[in-house]
């Protein structure tokens, strides 16, 4: 049951290429952002962004238990939280000054 549950909250998952320098290529390997990013894009990533920076809708990349995602940002009634776009269901709240990576600038 754990694994049929894992499955359905299955993040986008990604390859770093690069390590933190601006910017940040990251290989796409998951679904959750589907149509708007595939499996074997890759994202480029502004890291400079500051939490405070982030507009409703942005793309960022951050760490959840230690794996990189790429989801959407999303802001409403003064909270923030993210969700793929391809997913029913919000996030964790995983997303602070500390766990963000940056957003993405471009998809290839």
């Not at 760490?63 to 969700?83: P, Y």
Request: without cysteine.
């Amino acid at each position: 049951m754990h694994n049929i549950i894992m499955k359905k909250m299955l993040w986008l998952l990604i390859v770093v290429t690069n390590t933190y320098g601006n910017p940040t290529l990251f290989k796409v390997e998951g679904d959750s952002m589907l149509p708007y990013i595939k499996p074997g894009n890759t994202v480029i990533t502004d890291n400079n962004v500051r939490l405070q920076d982030l507009r409703n809708g942005d793309i960022i990349v951050f760490l959840a238990n230690g794996e990189f995602v790429i989801h959407r940002l999303h802001k409403q009634n003064g909270n923030i939280f993210t969700k793929g776009d391809n997913n029913n269901f919000k996030d964790r709240n995983y997303l602070n000054k500390e766990t963000l990576v940056g957003r993405v600038i471009k998809v290839n």
